[in-house]
């Protein structure tokens, strides 16, 4: 088995435009194409403007006659066009899904995407025996709305995610499916999105069911050009998704298996092998974007602690973290800065906090830590610490940060849900006190 280079894979007709161009050109560069997205030439670098900055643009009524450099467009990875498929696939797994090939003297080449590698997949090389079921909780969480849903609020949300497409349910059955290529074709239209989800939405939408192979998924994300699956189970309830960038890994063993006979390629597909496992355990266990532990991972850990014979004996404490106006944070200076903020408290919480305590994001700008071995007056001096080093932040340079802390200590054994609910009272506490203060729970 060959694995091509990128320059086999790249779609070529690529649009693109120069970073020094106006707002107003990069948009009807991208109308007039309908492309979801538009390269922009940034020197011998490239960045992106997608779909979700045209909405960005238009709700915040930026002045279009401003420079594309102005938006602070994301860079996107940039490779030789002689580079083998292998080491090109883990790049495909950041939040752009997207490749920049180049010529030898750094022009641009052309742009290689998901698609274009799951096309290049033999699903022959598949075993046929695995079905959906058994990968479905590998695969990413899916964005749902319901049918009456305004398309605008919708978009809003694509802004704070990394998904491009929403499933429209009527009682958690799927009956249409919603893309940022479909508002693409509203936006040029100039069709007003306040309107309900349904009115736009594509119908009926395509599925397949949990007992479908990876074989069949795979042909049926090939030919029909989709980003992912989505699954229903036999009531047609929706189950979830596997996306294309879960497809690929799924293929990997595999692969492996087959070009045993190449030598040759054998050591670099171990070495992407290692790379795939361990990225997919950090996944499995931390926040993307915090480097925090996940929500379901901080669970268990709880869990583990609580089964510990010494934890019937001992005192914990836990500590419920909010970020004060954090929705004024991303209204007024956008979400790459919330995500920034978000960033900065997470490792500023890491570091004042004591060698075995265990933090998690526990979602949107809500923190949680596991204070071990610790009575009320302990937890208070690290609520404190933390509530201290936080407001010293500057983030940008100039944008300062406040959190509001909920305390619970608890003795012996106790359920998750009881030490949070008294945690996020006297979160709320804190926060009907004026915000940026720390209170306990009685």
């Known amino acids: 088995m060959k694995f091509p280079a990128l320059k086999e894979l790249a779609t070529t007709n690529v649009i693109y435009i120069e970073i020094d161009s106006t707002i107003r050109e990069g948009i009807e560069l991208m109308l007039s194409n309908v492309h979801r997205n538009v390269i922009v030439k940034d020197g011998e670098k490239f960045r992106i403007l997608m779909i979700a900055d045209l909405v960005y643009i238009k709700k915040r009524n930026i002045d279009q006659n401003r420079s594309l450099r102005s938006l602070d467009l994301p860079f996107i990875t940039a490779l030789d066009k002689e580079t083998n498929i292998l080491a090109c696939v883990e790049h495909l797994k950041k939040q752009i899904e997207y490749i920049c090939t180049l010529n030898s003297d750094g022009s641009l080449h ?144 595999r692969w492996s298996q087959l070009i045993k006979e190449h030598f040759s390629e054998l050591q670099e597909i171990n070495r992407i092998l290692l790379i795939e496992n361990q990225q997919y355990k950090t996944r499995a266990l931390t926040d993307q974007l915090t480097g925090l532990y996940n929500r379901h991972y901080f669970i268990e850990l709880f869990d583990k602690r609580q089964k510990d014979e010494e934890s019937r004996f001992i005192s914990d404490t836990l500590l419920l973290i909010d970020i004060d ?49 610790s009575e009320i007056e302990e937890a208070m001096e690290v609520a404190q610490k933390i509530s201290r080093n936080i407001a010293a932040l500057k983030v940008n340079g100039n944008l300062s940060v406040t959190v509001s802390i909920g305390i619970n200590a608890f003795h012996g054994i106790q359920r998750l849900e009881d030490v949070i609910s008294k945690a996020d009272e006297a979160l709320y506490e804190a926060k009907r006190s004026g915000r940026n203060c720390i209170r306990y729970a009685l």
């Open 110 to 253: 052309g742009i290689v995407t998901l698609t274009d590698i799951i096309s290049h997949i033999d699903p022959d090389t598949l075993i046929e025996n695995y079905t959906l079921r058994e990968y479905l909780h590998l695969g990413t969480s899916i964005m749902e709305a319901g049918e009456e849903e305004l398309v605008l609020d919708i978009f809003d949300r694509f802004e704070q995610s990394s998904f491009d497409s929403v499933v429209i349910t009527r009682r958690n059955v799927p009956i249409g499916i919603l893309t940022a290529k479909d508002i693409l074709k509203a936006l040029k239209s100039d069709i007003d999105l306040n309107i309900p989800a349904r009115e736009l939405m594509t119908s009926p939408v395509r599925t397949l069911y949990v007992e479908s192979t990876i074989k069949e998924a795979l042909e049926f994300i090939n030919s029909n050009a989709f980003k992912r699956v989505i699954v229903i189970d036999s009531g047609g309830y929706l189950s979830g998704a596997i996306t294309q960038k879960e497809l690929i890994s799924l293929t990997y063993n």
């Open 325 to 373: 106006n954090f929705k004024q944070i991303n209204d007024n200076y956008g979400h790459n800065t919330g995500d920034k903020v978000l960033s900065a408290v997470s490792k500023t919480l890491i570091n004042s906090l004591r060698g075995n305590d265990i933090a998690g994001r526990w979602g949107g700008e809500e923190f949680v830590v596991l204070l071990l071995m």
